[in-house]
Structure formats: C-alpha cells, structure tokens
C-alpha cells in the first residue's frame, strides 16, 4: 500500500490478449494498493505516470487510523467505479472521470482516460467532441 505525496500513479491489469486496462489513478494524498498475500502473484501492476514521492504504508488497515477518512473515499469512489462500469454509459462513466478527478485530466494520455473508461481512445475523443458540441 503506497500514499501519493506528490505526483501520479495509476493501477492496472494487463489481460490475456495484451490489452491494458486502467483500474484507478492515485493523485496526491490517495492511497493505491493491490491485495497481494504470500506467494500468490498480485492481480494489478502500480507505475508512476510522473515524477512522484510516495510513502510506503502498512498494510494491515487497522493501523491507518489516521488515514480512514482517505480510505473511506478511496473505497466509495472504487465501489461507484464498478458499479457504473456494469451498468451505465460512456457519457456518465466520464462525467464521473471529470468529478472524480478534475485535477489529473491535463495529466494523463487520452489513451489512459479511455482505458479507464473501458473505451477506446477514438470513442472517448467522439465523446469528448459530442460534449463540447452540446456545451
């Protein structure tokens, strides 16, 4: 489990054909973690998007109590994340993107946002462009 003191992370998966697929971004002061035990190998990879300064935290969650409150939204923000994946469009799921992370958009490829939207870059450009046209 890592704090983000400065700079950008990100968490993903890479599937069997290849394709990566974004699971979060952890900007400053968000926690980013995969749950890994023993021998068995973690389900996420976690990189640095840019230069960053992070702290390594203890992983058992009964010592963060200082960090609740930064848990607790990261978990509501994962649990809305999968929810909405099941069930809701492409223009929620970036809205939502927008909301969540306001600050990171000008900090990541279009190619990362997508993957993170579960869409491809040329659907989340039509997207992007469709908003601007409604604005």
Known sequence: MFTVESGLLRSYSIDNKGKEHIYMFAPENWIITDNCEGDIPCDLYIDAIEDSTITVTEKDFTKLSSDRKSLVKRINVLQKRVIMLMSSPALERYQHFVETYPDIIQRVPQRMIASYLGIT???????RKEISKNK
């Open 121 to 127: 870059p040329e659907a989340l450009s039509r997207l």
